[in-house]
């Protein structure tokens, strides 16, 4: 990831948690000189993401904080595991803690759970990608995190594709009449995609050749009967309710890509630790 983007994202959040006078508690207590070592740790099984993130933190603090990682992002852990071991000032450590912990927390919940899903749709062609349902002000940190976990982005933002959704559709009178004012006012490499709720809206907006089509809430069956209506002359996103327990029906429909929003806005965080000798 950018470095920029990361610092400006850690700066927001330290600002946040050292308010207008610092971490009172920690400079009361911790002498200024004071060094020493601490292990960032896994409480439980998972898969890591935001190491790179939490470093930041402790760095952007004080530099003299030297942080050796252990497991980089996309690593797999089992409870105990050392992810990060860090050395230097103890205010810097303490005072960061917090703040490394909440991101690589919830970073490794989302790596965690986009890996579980990966793994259910193993042997299909289906990937699992995630949604725009993001923590404000994280989309970056939160879709690296699918990544990490094996899982690909969906669309960044409104301005890097077109998905046309029903309320678009209802504003335009009709899937065809949405994709016609989509195609005259995109570029050449803007993809369209739209959401349909019926294997007749489908029909639509293979007639008007969309690029993808968002299958909202078929049944398994209906995503079947869609791709073979569709075969192949449109990317097939099924969406809507996808959990451990439905997610291998819906890939074995043999659509193309599953959307989970539940990746990021419901997720929970892995449980790490920072341990201090």
């Known amino acids: ?41 896994a409480r439980e099984e ?58 690589v927390g919830r970073l490794s919940g989302i790596a965690s759970a986009t890996a579980r899903l990966t793994a259910l749709v193993a042997g299909t062609r289906a990937a699992v990608v995630d949604t725009r349902k993001t923590t404000p002000g994280l989309r970056a940190l939160e879709k690296a995190a699918v990544r990490d976990g094996g899982g690909a982005n969906h669309r960044f933002g409104l301005d890097d594709a077109i998905l046309i959704k029903d309320n678009h559709v209802a504003i335009a009178g009709g899937i ?35 690029d993808i089509v968002l299958l909202d809430n078929f049944t398994p069956e209906e995503l079947r009967v869609a791709v073979e209506r569709t075969a192949g002359r449109a990317l097939l996103e099924a969406s809507g309710n996808i959990n451990d327990a439905t997610i291998g029906a819906v890939a074995r429909s043999g659509v193309d890509l599953i959307s989970v929003g539940a990746l990021t806005h419901s997720v929970r965080a892995l449980d790490v630790g920072l341990d201090i000798d």
Do not use: W
Not at 11 to 38: H, K, Q, Y
Not at 51 to 58: C, P, S, Y
Not at 185 to 209: M, N, P, S
């Open 1 to 41: 990831m950018i470095p920029l983007l990361v610092d400006d994202l850690v700066r927001s959040a330290l600002r946040e948690d050292l308010g207008r006078a610092g971490d009172v508690t920690t400079d009361a207590i911790v002498p200024a000189d004071a060094v020493g070592e601490a292990r960032l740790v």
């Open 46 to 103: 998972g898969v890591v993401s935001g190491v790179a993130v939490a470093e930041r933190v402790f760095t952007l603090l004080d530099p003299r904080v030297r942080v050796e990682i252990q497991v980089r992002d996309g690593g797999h852990v089992q409870r105990g595991t050392v992810i990060a071991t860090l050395r230097g000032p103890l205010r810097a450590i303490l005072t960061g803690e917090r703040t490394a912990l909440n991101l």
């Open 176 to 210: 065809a009449p949405a994709i016609r004012a989509a195609r005259a006012h995109a570029g050449h490499l803007v993809k369209i995609e739209v959401e349909v709720d019926t294997l007749a809206q489908l029909d639509e907006a293979l007639a008007e050749r969309a």
